[in-house]
C-alpha cells in the first residue's frame, strides 16, 4: 500500500495508486463486472456522439479479447499492461486492431481514412508532413499507403503496418494511437473542466 512501482519503458509516474484508482473507477462504473461500449464512453469521459466516439470505439475493440462486446477486469487490466509496460511492436499491432475495423486482417483505404480522420481531430498538428506542409486526410492516407503498403495492394497487412510504421517516424506518428488510458481520462477532465 503506497508503494511507487516505477516502469522502466514508458512513464516514469506510474504507480500501483493510480492503478487502483483506475480498478476503484472500473468497479463503481461496471458493477455488473463488465464495460460495455456506452460505458466504455463514459468511463473514458466521452461524448457518445462527439469527435472521438468512433476512436474511443476503435479503441473498445481491441480492448475487447475475446470478442463478446464487453470488457471485462482481465481484458481491461492486459489493456492497462500494454499501455505501461507494453514495447513498441505491440503496441504498434494493438493499434492495427483499432484501424481493422472489421477484422478481416488489413486496413483498407476506408478504415485508414477513418481513423486518420480522427487523429486531426484529436491531435490538431498531426496533419502536417515531416516539412510542416499542411495535407488533408486523402493526401495523409495516400502518404501511408505509399510508404506502408509495400505490395500495392492498397491494403495494410499486419506485417506491412508494423514495418511501415517502424521505418518511417511520421508515419509512425499518425499509426501508433495514442492509448494511456490514464492521461486520455485527465485531458477529458481538462477540457470538460472549461465547459
Known amino acids: 500500500m503506497g508503494q511507487t512501482q516505477q516502469t522502466t519503458q514508458n512513464d516514469p509516474d506510474v504507480d500501483v495508486k ?97 481513423i486518420v480522420d480522427s487523429i486531426c481531430r484529436l491531435k490538431k498538428t498531426a496533419n502536417r508532413d515531416p516539412e510542416g506542409v499542411l495535407l488533408s486526410v486523402d493526401e495523409m492516407c495516400d502518404r501511408i499507403l505509399n510508404t506502408v503498403d509495400v505490395d500495392g495492394d492498397c491494403h495494410i497487412t499486419l506485417d506491412e503496418f508494423v514495418e511501415g510504421a517502424k521505418r518511417d ?12 488510458p490514464y492521461g486520455w481520462v485527465m485531458e477529458q477532465r481538462r477540457k470538460s473542466a472549461h465547459f
Open 169 to 180: 517516424p511520421w508515419v509512425m506518428n499518425m499509426l501508433q494511437l495514442d492509448m494511456n
Open 18 to 114: 493510480a492503478l487502483q484508482d483506475m480498478y476503484k473507477k472500473f468497479v463503481t462504473e461496471c458493477p455488473s463486472g463488465v464495460l460495455f461500449i456506452h460505458e466504455f464512453k463514459r468511463f473514458f469521459g466521452v461524448d457518445p456522439t462527439g469527435e472521438i466516439s468512433e476512436y474511443a470505439e476503435g479503441m473498445f475493440r481491441a480492448f475487447d479479447k475475446n470478442e463478446d462486446n464487453t470488457i471485462d477486469f482481465l481484458e481491461f487490466v492486459a489493456a492497462l499492461n500494454l499501455v505501461f509496460r507494453g514495447d513498441l511492436e505491440h503496441k504498434l499491432r494493438w493499434s492495427f486492431k483499432v484501424y481493422d475495423k472489421d477484422g478481416n486482417g488489413y486496413v483498407d483505404r476506408t478504415e485508414l481514412k477513418a
